[in-house]
């Protein structure tokens, strides 16, 4: 199987094609996904005993399978929240695992993790933090909020030693993302959530602390802000939560997952003023700083604090006596021990590109989100349901059901044009269904938008 031979050298020639030319592709096929019973009738068996063959199993790759994936790059995919990986990430995502470098110890990946550190002293950097703060790239923004709670309960417990068995609780805002409940479901902590999907605030959240019975505030450790929720780009009043946190003697955690790439853009840096007092932020590179999935990460005010929490133990792994070991172990800072270096891949972009050209791509986002509410503006037939914020922008098509937003969304994707999706935005206690745009991918146009529009007429 590892044998090379001259099948292999023109298999790896052809996949190094077909790459170089995914890379490339600004316009990539919009494809829509099949049910698995058609997949599997068209495809046949993959996984036989003597196996298909490379070239056969990649042609059904290129000819059927991919087809029925969707490429969150496509510059009119503008829903959920899309991606945008620039081509030399890509690239250096093919070298990371050709590579094969583990990333969970220095011992093995001195290099890999050096690389991946010198990003995150950029990504660092840009938070504020004060000196000592650092982080590690997790799998995503579900890991590192999980990885920072854990952490945060960890530190809840050792200071109080009386709370090993009792359970904990953390108060968020309903503006956070889903991740934050099914994360504090795994931690068996429960979660309470301030009655706002608009921007928290630290007199609602100290009221909301304040309304706790006894019983919950003694089991009260954390409380999780949002900078830039998913849904419509708000980012919390993060230095007012930052007091409420210091007086309450809280674990203060930011989910910027979607945001975090924000900051390095000097037109809404202010907007969130606060982080810099943050325990714990997320932030994920594979959303709005152009990395290829997966790559999250998770920073701390103090990284000892995680690793009293995450650090494993196991007699295979207690080596790491020789000089050149002793180092900066990535396993000891969130819930993973074997993990690729992926954050290699950013390192290598930033690297190539520089920091001012990060800045640029992400202030490109927020200048589509305000070209769009422009244009919705000036359109008779639609109609913002908010200000653009960051680059997430709501607006309605006005006199359309449910349904009505669910037909468009369909047509659009069958035909190969576009993904954008409908939401819901809650006003006055009723949810309402209408558009979203969310923009990540600095080659989206404003013909784009205006393309995606005329479609609602
Ligand atoms: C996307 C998102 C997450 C989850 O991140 P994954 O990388 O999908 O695991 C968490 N929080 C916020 C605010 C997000 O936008």
């Keep these: 199987m590892h044998n090379i031979d001259i099948d292999l050298v023109e298999m790896t020639l052809d996949v190094m094609k077909y790459a170089i030319n995914r890379i490339t592709t600004t316009n990539p096929e919009l494809g829509t996904p099949k049910p698995q019973q058609e997949l599997k009738k068209i495809v046949g068996e993959t996984v036989t005993p003597k196996g298909i063959g490379g070239e056969k199993a990649f042609q059904l ?29 890509v690239m250096f995502d093919l070298v990371t695992s050709a590579s094969s470098i583990h990333g969970a110890y220095w011992m093995e990946g001195a290099g890999g993790i050096f690389c991946e550190n010198e990003a995150m002293n950029w990504l660092v950097s840009l938070t504020g933090l004060p000196e000592g703060a650092f982080g590690v790239f997790t799998s995503g923004g579900t890991a590192a909020n999980l ?67 006894e019983d919950q505030r003694n089991r009260l450790f954390a409380v999780v802000a949002t900078g830039g929720t998913t849904n419509a780009g708000i980012i919390d009043e993060l230095n007012e939560i930052a007091d409420v946190c210091e007086k309450e003697n809280l674990w203060f955690h930011v989910d910027a997952a979607y945001g975090g790439g924000a900051l ?53 792994l207690d080596i790491f006596n020789d000089e050149g070991a002793q180092g900066f172990n990535p396993a000891d800072y969130q819930i993973q021990l074997t993990r ?32 769009a509410g422009e244009l919705i503006e000036e359109y008779p037939h639609v109609e913002l349901v908010r200000q653009p914020s960051l680059s997430c922008v709501l607006f309605r098509r006005k006199g359309w059901t449910s349904g009505d937003y669910l037909k468009w969304t369909y047509k659009n994707h069958r035909d190969g044009f576009a993904l954008v999706t409908p939401t819901k935005w809650k006003k006055n206690n009723q949810y309402e269904t209408v558009s979203r745009f969310c923009f990540i991918n600095p080659d989206t146009t404003e013909n784009d938008i205006k393309a995606i529009l005329e479609t609602m007429k």
């Excluded at 490429?71 to 945008?84: E, G, N, Q, T, Y």
């Excluded at 994920?284 to 920073?299: E, R, T």
Aim: aromatic share 8%.
């Design 264 to 316: 390095a853009a000097d037109s809404v840096k202010h907007l969130f003023k606060g982080i810099e007092r943050a325990d714990s932020i997320t932030i994920d590179p594979h959303k709005w700083l152009f990395s290829p999935y997966d790559c999250g990460a998770v920073i701390y005010k103090k990284p000892e604090l995680a690793k009293k929490a995450h650090a494993q133990e196991g007699s295979y």
């Design 340 to 371: 690729r270096v992926r954050g290699l891949p950013l390192w290598f972009s930033l690297a190539m590109h520089g920091t001012d050209k990060y800045k640029w791509a992400i202030e490109k986002g927020m200048q589509l989100a305000q070209i």
């Design 61 to 89: 790759f290129k000819d059927v399978l991919i087809k029925a994936t969707v490429p969150i790059d496509h510059p009119r995919h503008l829903a959920f929240v899309p991606a945008s990986p620039t081509r030399s990430a």
């Design 147 to 213: 990885s920072a709670m854990v952490t945060a309960r960890e530190y809840w417990r050792t200071r109080n030693k009386g709370k090993k068995k009792i359970r904990g609780l953390v108060v968020t805002s309903e503006g956070a993302h889903s991740s934050v409940k099914a994360m504090a479901k795994v931690i068996d902590a429960e979660v309470m959530l301030v009655e706002t999907e608009d921007k928290l605030k630290g007199d609602q959240l100290y009221k909301t602390i304040k309304g706790l019975d």
